[in-house]
């Protein structure tokens, strides 16, 4: 169980410092940020797609058509459960320089960009990325009619064009609650000989996220 060290404590304790941390661990996960999202009151729903058009086309006068109408689908979705758990002994958090809220609101702001990390690179990869969290563009887009390749041999990568809302791509967040960071409690921990000792504990919670 990784948990914070005196040593990890030193380096956020020096004896001269600009208070502050330099995120040098940050990736941008813009996606969390900018797609659109919606919340559900549990963690099960329904899309509705449409798989086909009413056919058209140009006819002469006093020229009749055949009738004809959109075809749809009804397909279940369920939200996946985005989890991460924080301990940190409680003699530690209460060492910090700025005290043990200081250093909770610090782990709770790495948890959450972790968190839109992974939803994140879940949304395009889906579960090729992760089998037990929700799919995502790769499997639900039409590759043959959807893919412009530009047929480069080396140093690859994707550019993906997006359609936001609700007839198009969101977020869906389960249990009418988006993603968020558990209040802290003091838990008793063990160590590796099970031995106990207080801790400050913080979950993520209300964790159902999938996309549509």
């Known amino acids: 169980m990784p948990r914070a060290t005196l040593s990890d404590l030193a380096k956020l304790n020096p004896d001269q410092f600009i208070r502050g941390i330099i995120e040098e661990a940050l990736v941008s996960a813009p996606e969390l940020r900018t797609v659109a ?14 798989t086909g058009l009413p056919s058209t086309g140009f006819r002469d006068a006093n020229e009749g058509v055949d009738a004809s109408l959109s075809t749809f689908e009804n397909r279940p979705c369920q939200c996946c459960i985005l989890a991460a758990r924080v301990e940190v002994d409680q003699a530690i958090a209460n060492a910090y320089v700025d005290g043990p809220s200081a250093y909770q609101a610090l782990e709770a702001v790495g948890v959450m960009e972790a968190a839109y990390r992974k939803a994140g690179f879940q949304f395009y990869y889906g579960t090729e990325a992760d089998g037990k969290g929700f799919p995502g563009l790769v499997s ?26 609700e007839r198009d791509v969101q977020f869906v967040f389960g249990e009418n609650t988006p993603l968020q960071v558990s209040e802290w409690r003091i838990e008793s921990l063990a160590d590796a000989n099970g031995k106990k000792f207080p801790g400050y504990v913080a979950d993520l919670t209300h964790g159902s996220v999938s996309s549509s």
């Open 37 to 50: 999202a919606r919340t559900i009151p549990g963690t099960d729903y329904r899309t509705v797609v449409r």
């Open 140 to 165: 639900s887009y039409d590759a043959a009619n959807m893919t412009v390749d530009a047929e480069a041999t080396a140093n690859k990568t994707s550019v993906w064009f997006v359609k936001f809302g």
